[in-house]
């Protein structure tokens, strides 16, 4: 039962209760004149205190129910505020590894930048080697051209 409905009950079951305390008032009142239907009066009054005291208990066992649901209620609001918790620093987690993702995939371009860096100064020094040989050989060739230069001469 939720804890309106209970509510409401107990507060039917107080006003039954005044009401039935008024019918043990009159009673009382009829009581104390002389009427010949007295005992079927005290009869009555017998089952108007019985039912009072039913009442009664029917009134504390709400009570109780009124009491346990309340405690749940703390208990399941603080098990929500928990996971809440819980939700938010998950949810921090995940924007940190995003961060993190992202400056991954900055230092991938880095890295594709940096072996088509490498690639190029690969090819530079092949070139300065192929022209360093030509170098040598042209030298040669010169050498070769100005001995046969003698030669001729």
Same mark, same amino acid.
Do not use: W
């Given at each position: &039962? ?22 043990? #008032?009159?009673?009382?009142? =009829?009581? +104390?004149?002389? +009427?010949? *239907?007295?005992?079927? /009066?005290? /009869? ?6 019985? =039912?009072?005291?039913? %009442? *009664?208990? @029917?009134? !504390?066992? =709400? %009570?109780? +129910? ?8 703390? @208990?399941?609001?603080?098990? /929500?505020?928990? !996971? =809440? @918790?819980? #939700?938010?620093? /998950? ?10 993702? @992202?400056?991954?995939?900055?230092? !991938? #371009? ?13 090819? &530079? ?9 030509? *170098?040598? !050989?042209?030298?040669? &060739? %010169?050498?070769? +051209?100005?001995?046969? %230069?003698?030669?001729?001469?």
């Amino acid at each position: &039962m939720e804890k309106g409905q209970l509510e409401a009950e107990f507060c039917q079951d107080e006003q039954r209760l005044l009401e039935e305390r008024k019918y043990e #008032q009159a009673f009382k009142e =009829l009581s +104390n004149t002389d +009427n010949p *239907d007295s005992c079927a /009066l005290q /009869l009555e009054h017998e089952c108007l205190i019985k =039912l009072g005291q039913e %009442k *009664d208990c @029917e009134i !504390s066992e =709400l %009570k109780k +129910n009124i009491e346990q649901l309340i405690a749940g209620h703390k @208990e399941t609001k603080e098990v /929500l505020s928990s !996971s =809440l @918790e819980e #939700q938010k620093q /998950l949810k921090q987690l995940i924007r940190e590894k995003e961060i993190f993702i @992202e400056k991954l995939q900055g230092s !991938s #371009q880095l890295r594709e930048e940096l072996d088509q860096y490498t690639q190029a100064l690969r090819k &530079m020094e092949i070139l300065q080697q192929t022209i360093e040989e030509k *170098d040598t !050989s042209l030298a040669s &060739m %010169k050498e070769e +051209n100005s001995h046969l %230069k003698e030669e001729l001469e």
